[in-house]
Structures are given as structure tokens and as C-alpha cells.
């Protein structure tokens, strides 16, 4: 299929790369330390390919929402195989999830109550927050060391509840000093209440192959980097591997292998700048967009080239902007391809103002 005839807003998907950014990210932590398992964001993007192809690889399936679990059990998935995350009231499915191998992180004390009390669970997995030394606090789970952190432990005791794992994810702390605060902090609650998995969360960065895209993030740290901080403070401490090392990881995953695809409509000037009109809007581009400038490509006409115009969505809201500074052809008819819209994207695809259904389409299936 040639891309110039794809009925567009249309994502163009690449498992073969999400596949190998997930053997990328499971061999350079298992190089530092073995005993390692990934869990797969489905909250990043739950498109069924790549929950087909993690499920295939071995990945846990990282879950925060019924509706998420339900997914994981029409992919095939175990409860076993499911790490449920978040503060959504989903006490049964949870409770299943720990009775059944897999993994519960509990933010709250009435959920652990809840759990204990009315489900009988006897080992539970709980969330902590700490500072991070990158200017943000955390406001889920139990800040380590305060009040409502020893009155969970106490009644845990109290109760003969074993705490299996300890978890946290912190967002906006993707640095290499952020994740070595990360581990070590977790590795002192975990020695100190005896868990036996401890399960770093997520956010950290992919590949980015984009090299001005890459200098957007000024902290940006590799696979490798993370396995060896990571792992290597594991390694340090756990020299026998006896204590389970797991990861949630959606963006680093999913971000580079997918692309949108969206169709010019309008090219307009309102005092002196230039506006390119395309049939999508932000949100199915996602965060990327949002608050980076994603790499992008045009196709079509090389006539009408434009410097330091802006792409926009079709909706009728003022800050839909997709691109806010694109310099290239700007034709009716002419396609723009965004890259990089893998996470937060699909995911977040709404109905509000659109002009028709998204489609989907393999870079297999496509003639450039």
C-alpha cells in the first residue's frame, strides 16, 4: 500500500521494533541481574498487536483499571502474569491477582484493609513514595518512613499479612540519579520488611534515534544505563539473585514504534503566520506533541514551502496544535507523518470534534 493513499488520521504500527526494544531493555538489566521480568504498560498503549506480541515475549501485563484487566484476560493472560496497579476500586479482580501469583501493589489503607478484612488475602505487595532529588513529590502510595507507612506495617503484622513486594513509580524522575535514589531507597524497604520482589515502576526513557528529539531531554539515559545502575545496585545487595527485580515499562517500549499519519486540509496565513490544517487533532498524537516537538516527515507536492508554521488539529479549540514549528511543503492533499507518538497516545484517542475513525496500518504493509 502506498502511504499517499491511506485514508488518514491512520497509526502506523512496527512490532517488529517493539520487540526488540523489549529484548533491548530485558537483556541490558539481565546482564547486571538475572532475575528480572518486565511488566507492559498496557495504560501506555493498549493496542491489541502489542499486547499480542508482549504476551508472546513473556511480558507481564501491568494493569491499573478493570476495564485494563479485562484486556489482559482476552489477550490470554494469567492472573499470574498481571501486575495491577492503581487506586481504581477493583477489589475482587485484585484480590484474584494475589491469590493467583501475580502481583498487587495497594496504595491506600482502606484498600489494604478492604483486601485483608472482606477477601482474606495473606500476602499483599504495597506502593511507597519517597523524594527523588528531581523537584517532585509522588502523591501515591506510602511515603516511606511516615506515620501512615509504620500503621500499615504494624496492622500487616498485626494481621500475619505478608508484604511480598515493594513498588514505586515516580513520573518526571527519569534520570540516572533519579533511578539510583529509586533502587536504593527500595532496597533498604525491602531488606527492612523482608519482601521478596521489588518493582522499580516505570518512566524511563527509549531509544531515540531522532538525535534532535534525543537533545530534548536533557537527561536522557540508555537501556544500558538503567541495567547497570539498576541492576548493579541489585546485584550489590542481593548477590544470590534470591529477590525478584521487576519493571513497568510503556514509553520506552511503545513510543518509537508508532507513527500518525495525518492529512492537510487547509493552508491559511492570520497575521504573518502560516497554519497548517490537518484532519487530526493533538490527543491522537498524544504527549508527544503535547509537550515535546516530535520528529516529523512530509509527502507530497514540494510547492508552497513555509518556514516556522504551525500544524493544528480540525477542532475548534484554540491550543490544538500538533506541530508549532514546521518548516517544509504545505499543500492541500499533502500528508504529515509525526513519529514518536507510540505512548499516551492511542490510548487517549477521544470522539470530541473528530473527523472520522482512526485506522491502523503495519510498516510492513507499506510502500514509502
Not at 217 to 237: L, N, Q, T
Request: hydrophobic share 40%.
Amino acid at each position: 500500500m502506498n502511504l499517499r493513499d491511506l485514508v488518514t488520521p491512520c497509526f502506523i504500527y512496527d512490532i517488529d521494533r517493539f520487540e526488540l526494544n523489549i529484548n533491548c531493555l530485558r537483556d541490558s538489566f539481565k546482564r547486571y541481574y538475572g532475575n528480572f521480568r518486565i511488566g507492559y504498560s498496557y495504560k501506555t498503549n493498549y493496542f491489541e498487536p502489542f499486547r499480542l506480541s508482549a504476551k508472546r515475549l513473556g511480558v507481564m501485563a501491568e494493569v491499573v483499571s478493570n476495564k485494563e484487566y479485562k484486556l489482559a484476560r482476552s489477550t490470554g493472560i494469567d492472573d499470574s502474569m498481571i501486575i495491577y496497579n492503581g487506586v481504581i476500586p477493583d477489589p475482587a479482580c485484585k484480590a484474584k491477582v494475589i491469590k493467583s501469583g501475580g502481583f498487587v501493589h495497594v496504595d491506600n489503607m482502606g484498600e489494604i484493609k478492604q483486601l485483608v478484612e472482606e477477601y482474606g488475602i495473606s500476602d499483599i505487595g504495597i506502593r511507597v513514595s519517597f523524594p527523588i532529588g528531581d523537584v517532585f513529590d509522588s502523591r501515591f502510595g506510602f511515603y516511606v518512613n511516615g506515620p501512615e507507612f509504620y500503621e500499615m506495617t504494624d496492622y500487616l503484622k498485626e494481621k500475619g499479612v505478608k508484604i511480598n513486594v515493594v513498588h514505586c513509580h515516580i513520573s518526571h524522575a527519569r534520570s540516572a540519579n533519579g533511578f539510583l535514589t529509586r533502587i536504593k531507597t527500595l532496597i533498604n524497604v525491602a531488606k527492612s520488611i523482608g519482601a521478596k520482589a521489588i518493582n522499580i515502576g516505570g518512566n524511563m526513557y527509549g531509544r531515540i534515534a531522532n538525535e534532535n528529539f534525543r537533545m530534548q531531554f536533557p537527561d536522557y539515559c540508555s537501556f544500558e544505563e538503567y541495567g547497570r545502575i539498576v541492576g548493579g545496585e541489585m546485584k550489590k545487595a542481593f548477590p544470590n539473585e534470591d529477590v525478584a527485580l521487576l519493571a513497568e515499562a510503556g514509553t520506552p517500549l511503545v513510543s518509537d514504534v508508532v507513527s500518525i499519519i495525518f492529512t492537510v486540509i487547509a493552508v491559511k496565513r492570520i497575521n504573518g503566520k502560516d497554519y497548517i490544517v490537518v484532519d487530526g487533532q493533538v490527543s491522537d498524537a498524544g504527549f508527544a506533541c503535547k509537550y515535546k516537538s516530535p520528529p516529523y516527515r512530509h509527502f507530497g507536492s514540494q510547492s508552497n514551502v513555509v518556514k516556522n508554521a504551525a500544524v493544528v488539529g480540525c477542532t475548534c479549540i484554540e491550543d490544538d496544535y500538533i506541530i508549532k514549528d514546521y518548516t517544509g511543503p504545505a499543500n492541500v492533499g499533502d500528508k504529515i507523518v509525526v513519529e514518536n507518538v507510540g505512548a499516551y497516545s492511542y490510548n487517549l484517542v477521544n470522539d470530541f470534534i473528530t473527523s472520522g475513525c482512526r485506522n491502523f496500518c503495519s510498516i510492513k504493509d507499506l510502500e514509502f
